[in-house]
Each structure stands twice: as structure tokens, then as C-alpha cells.
């Protein structure tokens, strides 16, 4: 008789001790739970021993990446009733030690493995990133870090972004808009913001595949360095802006931006790079990029937060994104990021908050995925396929949930005069 999934239900909610809120589906055809709630499909045995060696978030992470487990129905519904069992029981979560002391607990753990076959340890997947924890954010431990995430090839890449080739939070007028004039816009935001002038020169830190330094190039007369540490990048950058004839006006580099000397710029732009580096470095990060500005340049620092906590020493890196999408990368509070980049020196003139535009992005780099998802995971391999998958939803519903934000900072380097050079009435950009 199949019942697999009536076991797996009852032993969840055993371990969990609260109902499981998706349907399961198991290895034997059978179902339990909720008819009309999103469906968990437990394709194999396989699946119950990557939970058993490694419970919570990472043995999940694991058993979808390696395919033994799957969603069916709408990801984002499934996504936010298992974030409370799994994502959001964090600080609160007793320890596995704590846990198997309680008879309920030991006796659902028992029925598992049980179910679950010879609870031998399996090989995590290859996506996973395996490193020692020492020595984080060297130029090259970054090097690798960037390498893991970027160069995974860049016609995956144009199949998740679309035409923009712009892989940070675009700027929307109406979540009706698309996708490509959400991202022109943000980049014309970006180029407003610093107030560019034809001649001056502009620093683009962590420059992608080059759409920022286009931008600024071709509608602003600005001549532009692009660094990044992606070769794979920076080969697609200079192809496209050979492409747009602006050879002249655009150099891409494979440089690390603590490596830069050619300053001083007139402005400076870091789009989504300052989450790769990392608390203990980010003071250097706001002093390098301090010392690359004139007085009176201005820094435009576009970047993800997270929510505070009481106890900063509790931080942990997200155990998902840490092994499979951004190894070693770290979010700091709004707060934090704005004191580091005072204490370089820099005068903090304007933070606008973009929560809301992350989702909405990234549910339509969800959607370009899915869309041709067999490509995608011919180019890619189906393993990364679905962690992109799974991280571009999960954080899409982070951003929804206020669990995360992103903001774009804009500080300059006053010199000590005082003239900073803005406005009186700042937001001349809007």
C-alpha cells in the first residue's frame, strides 16, 4: 500500500511539532496534506537522508539542487510557508543536540530513518562550494568567489536578464513596465545622480557585463573604467562596447578595485559589488574608493541590505547562499554600510530605499528562467539552474517580506571647504 506521504506528513509535523502547510507528494505516487496548497514532491529516499545528515536549511538546499526534491503549483506560496519552518526558525531554532532530547523529536527521527533507507552520508552536490572559512575576502578568495557566481556563462546570463545584461535591482515606474526600460532607467538614475558632464571621468566598480559604463559613455560623454574580477564579464563588456563604437570612451579591466591607481575620478559608481565584501573589509572598500575621488566626486553606492539584529555578533551568512549563489558574501544594516562610508571620510547626502523594486525584478528574472528553462539548464547544468531558480524566488519574497532591502547611498567627497557641490534641493534627479 503507498503511503509514504502520509508517514512523511505525520513525521514532520512529529519533528516540527506544528502542521506541515504543503501537500506531499512521495517516491510511491501517494499524497497527503492540504488539496489545494502547493505540493512538495519527495522523489526519493535520497531526499529524507540529505535532511537527516544535514537538517534545516542547507539539507533542503541540497535535496533541490540535486533534484530529489521539487515544487509544484506556485513556488512563491510554497517558498513562504516552508520559510517559517525552515528559514525563519533561525536564533530561535534549538539546536539538533537540544532537539534529540525530546522523546517526540527522537522518535520522528527514528521514523525517518527508518523510511529513509541506510542513513549513510551522500556527497553534496557539485554546486556546492567547499572551502575553508580562513582568510575570507583576500583578492583572491574574492577572485574565486566572484568566478563561482559570474562565470557561469554569459548566454545563461542573457536568458535570466533579457537584453539589459543588468544584474542588479531595476527602477520601476509601474510593475506593469518591462523589464529592459525598469533597468535603462535605473542606470539613468544612477547618471543623474552623480551628476555627470561630458569629460569627466567615471570609475564603475564591479562594472557586470558593462551596461552602466555604456550608459554613462554614450548619454553622458563620460569616459569610463570598468573593472571587474569576471574574465568571462569582462570578455562580453568589451564586446559590447566595441559594438556601440565607444572603444574610445569605455576601458574594461579584470582588476580588483583596491588595485586601481589611475585616480582621481569625478564620480564613482559600485552597483551590487559592496555585498561581496565583506564586514571586515568594508571600511577599506569605503577608504579606496574615497581616495580614488577628487574633491567634490561623487560616489553613487547601490547596494542589498538586511534587517539589524539586537546582537550583531549573532550574524551568521545565510548557510544557502554562502554554498551555492555568493560564497563569502555578507549584507550589513543601512545603518552600518552609511557610518563605514563617513568614517572613510565620504559625507553621506542622500539614501533613497528600493526595497520594493528588487521584488519585482527579481520575479521577472524568475519568470525569463522558467521560460526557457530547458536551455537554461542545458547551458548551465540542471543543478545551478535550480539554485538560481530558488534563490531568485526566495529573495524576491525576502524583499517583499521586509526581510531584506536594498538602498542606493549617494556621498561625496567634500573637501574641506565645505563645498560639497549639491544642491540645496537635492533630489534634482526626480
Not at 85 to 108: F, I
Not at 158 to 166: A, T
Not at 270 to 295: C, F, I, N, T
Not at 315 to 322: G, K, P, Q, R
Request: with cysteine; glycine share 8%.
Amino acid at each position: 500500500m503507498a503511503d509514504a506521504a502520509l508517514r512523511l506528513k505525520s513525521l514532520f509535523e512529529q519533528l516540527l511539532g506544528t502542521p506541515v502547510p504543503v501537500r506531499i507528494r512521495a517516491w510511491d505516487g501517494s499524497a497527503a496534506g492540504p488539496p489545494d496548497a502547493p505540493t512538495l514532491v519527495v522523489r526519493n529516499r535520497r531526499a529524507l537522508r540529505r535532511l537527516l545528515w544535514k537538517p534545516g536549511e542547507l539539507g533542503m538546499a541540497r535535496a533541490w539542487v540535486s533534484g530529489d526534491l521539487e515544487i509544484e503549483g506556485d513556488l512563491y506560496a510554497a517558498l513562504d510557508a516552508l520559510s517559517e519552518l525552515v528559514w525563519e526558525r533561525g536564533d530561535d531554532a534549538r539546536t539538533l543536540a537540544q532537539a534529540l532530547r525530546d522523546p517526540e523529536v527522537r522518535s520522528a527521527v527514528r521514523g525517518l530513518v527508518k523510511l529513509g533507507g541506510l542513513p549513510l552520508p551522500l556527497a553534496p552536490p557539485p554546486e556546492e562550494v567547499r572551502r575553508s572559512r580562513a582568510h575570507l575576502h583576500t583578492k583572491r578568495t574574492d577572485r574565486r568567489a566572484i568566478g563561482h557566481h559570474y562565470d557561469v556563462g554569459n548566454d545563461f546570463y542573457e536568458i535570466v536578464l533579457g537584453p539589459s545584461m543588468v544584474y542588479s535591482c531595476a527602477y520601476w515606474e509601474s510593475p506593469d513596465g518591462t523589464l529592459e526600460d525598469a533597468q535603462r532607467d535605473k542606470l539613468e538614475l544612477i547618471c543623474r545622480k552623480l551628476e555627470l558632464t561630458p569629460g569627466q571621468r567615471l570609475l564603475d566598480v564591479g562594472c557586470g557585463w558593462g551596461s552602466m559604463a555604456i550608459h554613462a559613455a554614450r548619454e553622458y560623454g563620460v569616459s569610463v573604467v570598468g573593472v571587474t574580477l569576471s574574465q568571462e564579464q569582462a570578455a562580453y563588456a568589451r564586446k559590447r562596447v566595441a559594438g556601440e563604437g565607444l572603444t574610445d570612451k569605455v576601458e574594461i579591466r579584470v582588476q580588483d578595485y583596491r588595485d586601481v591607481t589611475d585616480g582621481p575620478y569625478d564620480a564613482v559608481s559600485s552597483v551590487g559589488m559592496a555585498e561581496h565584501v565583506g564586514a571586515e573589509r568594508y571600511l577599506e572598500y569605503a577608504e579606496v574608493l574615497h581616495s580614488l575621488l577628487k574633491p567634490g566626486g561623487r560616489l553613487l553606492n547601490h547596494q542589498i541590505a538586511r534587517r539589524p539584529h539586537r546582537d550583531e555578533s549573532a550574524y551568521n551568512l545565510d548557510e544557502f547562499i554562502d554554498s551555492y549563489v555568493f560564497p563569502d558574501g555578507e549584507l550589513a544594516p543601512i545603518g552600518t554600510t552609511v557610518t563605514q562610508l563617513e568614517r572613510a571620510g565620504l559625507e553621506v547626502r542622500d539614501v533613497e530605499v528600493i526595497r520594493e523594486h528588487y521584488a519585482l525584478t527579481l520575479r521577472r528574472w524568475v519568470a525569463n528562467l522558467e521560460a526557457d528553462w530547458a536551455r537554461a539548464s542545458r547551458l548551465a547544468g540542471a543543478g545551478r539552474a535550480r539554485v538560481w531558480r530558488l534563490y531568485m524566488a526566495a529573495s524576491a519574497l525576502a524583499f517583499e517580506r521586509n526581510r531584506i532591502g536594498v538602498n542606493q547611498v549617494l556621498a561625496v567627497r567634500t573637501p574641506d571647504s565645505g563645498d560639497s557641490g549639491m544642491p540645496l534641493r537635492a533630489r534634482t534627479w526626480n
